[in-house]
């Protein structure tokens, strides 16, 4: 058997949090057995359903990686196979049409309520061998109802939950196609994972109580239903119903931020599985190691810190041409232009230990691609004064006949200065970080002077002596 998943979104919304992972372990899973994983858009709800939220969930699909093998599906092309399933099923006496009315379906519904019942369809269009069905009112177009069955049980034997058992009677008539002729979203679903030979049915637990609908549906159409598997919800990390204020964001947000792709589905792969205490792995780790066994049936908590944890260790060790691509995208999403500068891969290298996020190495790494406008005003309080301007007039003559401007020699000219002045090197570097890079943080000052360059860093050293003569 070939494994085929499929991550079949709504798209009312951007790509979430849970979205994502459901997607993420639906790819893994099929990419471990050697199979196949398909995207399936299911904008049956066509009130709800915009472009704009299909293009999202596209961007963050690229984004991360997570690469459908066929072609995208809409549900809104094949409602001429949905139409064709049901008329076949009418036929075959497993579908019914229901005449009752919103009037009606809502009196039976207070009346159940009112006797303390649970409220369900009672069946009253169903045909049944000696039963006489009301009579055809004129100008209602009916539902078509799925005859369920009243006896048995259907089995489910959840790959994350378990074994978990419904009973038939408990089960209503389900529509299947609304008055208008739309299918519904339960109908659809059965359907598509029909045709496409889904295998495995990976998502969130939210979906527990469709599915012993659709094994019905799937029994009654004679195929043979897919595993399940329903993954628990994540939290925030106060234990609440994950929300903004926990992390609950767009995944192109996380982009935003400074998340690297595979920092992110990394993360993602451990709200809920775990492979001993292993905490990081590389794309084909979780490839090769993701199972059902370790995932757990409780829901997980999402911590913001460690995300940012995961990241940075992700900044630290990711191949240079990985993160230079998104340094890139950071860059110009500030309007830097990488190339009014040094290298992206050779900033990334010295920025990558103190940067937990590509924002903040772009916000910091500014000063590379473009002009200083201003310092850091308690920096510059701090290390921009009349001494220091002496200091920077000085060095920037020594650093100015340099035969070649390297980092060994600008290394080596700076301690020179200070110890032949007998300064303490802080005296020295913290006055050329605040001229050169507008704040007294920067990579180590030899890094930093050769990465921007000879003449931006004389003319920096000479802007800062003019800024402090003019202040004082």
Not at 125 to 145: A, N, S
Not at 413 to 431: D, I, Y
Not at 432 to 437: E, G, L, N
Request: net charge negative; with cysteine.
């Amino acid at each position: 058997m070939t494994v085929v998943t499929r991550f079949a979104p709504s798209p009312t919304g951007f790509l979430h949090i849970g979205g994502a992972r459901t997607a993420l372990f639906s790819y893994l899973y099929a990419k471990r057995f050697g199979g196949k994983f398909l995207l399936r858009i299911e904008d049956t709800d066509r009130e709800r359903s915009t472009q704009e939220a299909v293009d999202a969930i596209f961007e963050g699909m690229k984004w991360l990686g997570l690469h459908s093998d066929f072609d995208e599906i809409y549900q809104t092309q094949r409602f001429d196979r949905y139409k064709a399933v049901i008329a076949q099923m009418l036929e075959d006496g497993t579908a019914y049409r229901c005449y009752c009315s919103r009037e009606e379906l809502d009196q039976l519904r207070a009346e159940q309520q009112a006797r303390k019942e649970k409220p369900r369809y009672d069946g009253r269009w169903r045909p049944e061998p000696g039963k006489t069905l009301p009579p055809i009112p004129e100008g209602v177009e009916p539902v078509i109802r799925f005859k369920n069955p009243t006896e048995g049980q259907v089995v489910l034997n959840d790959l994350v939950k378990g074994e978990i058992v419904f009973d038939n009677k408990e089960l209503d008539d389900l529509i299947i196609a609304r008055a208008d002729g739309t299918p519904t979203y339960n109908f659809c679903v059965v359907v598509d994972d029909w045709d496409m030979g889904i295998t495995h049915v990976i998502r969130g637990d939210d979906h527990v109580n469709n599915t012993p609908r659709q094994i019905n549906i799937l029994r009654a159409l004679g195929a043979t239903p897919p595993q399940y598997a329903h993954v628990a919800m994540i939290l925030g990390s106060d234990g609440a119903k994950l929300s903004k204020r926990h992390g609950a964001l767009g995944v192109m947000e996380y982009r935003a931020m400074g998340f690297l792709p595979e920092a992110m589905l990394n993360y993602l792969v451990r709200l809920g599985w775990s492979h001993g205490d292993q905490e990081l792995f590389t794309r084909q780790e979780m490839i090769e190691k993701f199972d059902f066994d370790h995932v757990s049936a409780s829901p997980s908590r999402f911590d913001m810190e460690k995300a940012y944890w995961v990241n940075h260790q992700y900044l630290k060790t990711a191949d240079l041409d990985e993160v230079a691509g998104e340094f890139d995208w950071h860059l110009r999403q500030q309007n830097l232009d990488p190339a009014n500068g040094p290298d992206i891969k050779d900033v990334i290298v010295q920025q990558r230990e103190r940067c937990r996020t590509l924002l903040e190495m772009a916000e910091k790494s500014a000063f590379f691609y473009a002009d200083l406008t201003g310092y850091n005003e308690k920096d510059a309080k701090k290390h921009l004064t009349a001494e220091a301007a002496d200091v920077l007039t000085a060095l920037g003559a020594e650093l100015a006949a340099l035969s070649a401007w390297e980092a060994e020699a600008i290394h080596t000219s700076v301690n020179g200065f200070a110890e032949a002045r007998a300064l303490k090197l802080a005296k020295v570097a913290q006055p050329i970080r605040v001229a050169c890079c507008g704040m007294a943080v920067s990579p180590p000052i030899d890094q930093t002077l050769l990465l921007l360059g000879r003449e931006r860093t004389l003319a920096r050293l000479r802007a800062a002596v003019d800024f402090v003569r003019q202040a004082g």
